[in-house]
């Protein structure tokens, strides 16, 4: 990806403080490019690709540079949006801001990708002005012009449809969008999803103050399908055993299923209320998990006047419910179908409290905290 990027003269003194190559736990790195900047722009920055591996981030194509080239929140975002979309097997889109999804949103029926995408915006529409959005599917004329209809920072997609770049560069029509970014990624089905899949170049650093690594595997999960859940099941002195007597319909399996996987992409304590295969609200960096559920029903109800009509909505959960409140207050705002892990001590406790307040209680066999 060639360089067009303007840079103060800080950023000139220090853009070559970066190698060409570097090693990693016995992995050979190659400098992709510069960046525009880091998280923020006195922040110099480059990023970096496996050697001798075809990466569908770190060898994406740039269709459209935009106004001076990509930055580190930029190549975040692509990331967290396509690490949501490729968990679907229908069209799909996730609007990302601040390395967390704003919306995502997948195909029902026969809706087109436009449908699909404004879904996905609409979700928290005021959170998607300046947003990064990814499809997993080829980008149509009509999703472009809806695209180009608002202040967008990037799009990506695995396919651009003919005429969709000259939608794309209309800078005449659409000024508030002519610095958009366009890019083609790679295959996202080589993206690892689910436990098992992920190769040795797919680890994760995370680099603390002092200059120290932590190495991880990526984050993944064990559920493929909504045939792999299962209803919660837990016992205690108090309770005894207790087993969830509630079932959700198929429809809300399905936005189970589809809420657990945008939860993966959601910074944690992290919960995601989806209806309809759209995400209504998310509730995200909280430290409490009861203040990520009030914060996402609040969200909800201040920008769309939502007050009730959460109705019949479920919720997915990326750590345990401690005490049964977290039940309550989704309860409260009319969810009716929960997905969680276990592992509280108070699992019995806070099964029998769904029981009594109609909710179904689903248990998920991992934790999926993203400390991004």
Known sequence: MASTLSRNSYLEKHVGDFPAEMEIGGRRYVKVDDLRYGTNPHQVACYYKPAGIVCPIGDMEILKNGKNGLSQTNLEDISGALNIVKFCDRPACAVMKHVNPSGAAIASGNESLREVYLKAKNADARAAFGSVIAFNAEVDLDTAREIMSSFVECVVAPAFAAGVLDVFNDGEHY??????????????????????????????????????????????????????????????????????????????????????HVNLSVRSNGVVIVQNGQTLSVGTGEQDRVGAIEQAVAKFGQKYEGEGKLQGAVMSSDGFFPFEDGVETAAKAGITAIIAPAGSLRDADVIKRANELGVALYHAPERIFSHH
């Open 175 to 260: 000024k508030l969008n002519r610095h958009i970014r366009i890019v083609k990624c790679g295959d996202i089905g080589a993206l690892p999803r689910y436990t098992g899949e992920a190769r040795p170049e797919h680890f994760t650093l995370k680099v603390l103050a002092d200059g120290s690594l932590i190495a991880a595997a990526p984050l993944t999960t064990s559920l493929r399908t909504v045939a792999d859940l299962t209803p919660a099941v837990g016992s205690n002195a108090r309770c005894g055993e207790q087993r969830s007597a509630v079932a959700a319909t198929p429809e809300q399996l399905r936005d189970l299923l589809f809420a657990w």
